[in-house]
């Protein structure tokens, strides 16, 4: 079963225009945390955004906030004004301690991200 | 302040030959880890190190090995390679479990 859904492959987007991108994820672990990454066509992974399973507000980072909802297990990112410079790859990730067997794998699960391309 | 780097930036290898990967961070980071990435599937944990002389399995370690014997350095080895292991391989690195990881540039590997 998958662990991190992204279910949009890619997106097309009017620049100044808001955006979201969905994630929704599957654990057992009460104590989780999610994270949002951008990987430009460069190749390097840039940390966005986190939300910890117990943070009783939303995270925001500038122009990235978090729209995280526990019930639904979902927690998608949200970029306000879109630039040009944000046409990229985005994951979704979680860290939780269920991972694999045996358990305390400290590693990210990784969705197979979105690909947003920003249209001016 | 480098953060995470890796070398090389890409290399290519017949089939049969063993190479290692080097990733440091000055960041003075307890954990580190390898990812491998494919087109189409996001990233995949190989092995990850919750401190100095400590390795541990991931999602797909089968094919390699790893070993921490600095704090600031995680290498990950290719004894036998194998096409399937083509690849594009990231390190990273994070001060506790809960903290974010930060990644380095990535090292791309072709095997024929």
């Known amino acids: 079963a998958q662990k991190i859904t992204q279910t949009q492959p890619g997106m097309f987007v009017q620049e100044k225009e808001a955006v979201t991108l969905d994630c929704t994820y599957d654990?057992?672990?009460?104590?989780?945390?999610l994270f949002w990454y951008k990987q430009p066509s460069s190749g390097e992974m840039i940390f966005l955004i986190y939300q910890g399973s117990y943070d009783q507000q939303n995270a925001t980072e500038g122009r990235y906030s978090l729209n995280f909802q526990k019930a639904r297990k979902s927690a998608n990112l949200v970029i306000s004004a879109s630039q040009l410079g944000d046409s990229a790859m985005y994951f979704c990730?979680?860290?939780?301690?269920?991972?694999?067997?045996?358990?305390?794998?400290?590693?990210?699960?990784f969705g197979k991200g979105t690909h947003l391309i920003i249209q001016p | 302040n480098a953060g995470v780097t890796q070398t090389p930036k890409f290399r290519v290898l017949k089939t049969g030959q063993s190479m290692t990967l080097l990733c440091a961070q000055d960041?003075?980071?307890?954990?580190m880890y390898w990812y491998r990435q494919d087109p189409g599937m996001g990233l995949r944990l190989i092995h990850y190190?919750?401190?100095?002389?400590?390795?541990a399995k991931g999602e797909v370690p089968d094919g390699y090995n790893v070993s921490r014997l600095k704090k600031q350095n995680f290498l990950l080895g290719l004894e036998s390679a194998a096409p399937s292991q083509t690849s594009v391989y990231f390190c990273?690195?994070?001060?506790?479990?809960?903290?974010?990881?930060?990644f380095g540039p990535g090292t791309r590997l072709l095997v024929l």
């Open positions: 990273a690195s994070s001060k506790t479990l809960r903290e974010t990881q930060y």
């Open positions: 190190s919750v401190g100095e002389g400590t390795t």
């Open positions: 654990t057992s672990d009460p104590s989780y945390g």
């Open positions: 990730a979680m860290r939780d301690r269920t991972l694999y067997s045996g358990g305390g794998a400290d590693g990210l699960t």
């Open positions: 960041m003075n980071h307890e954990y």
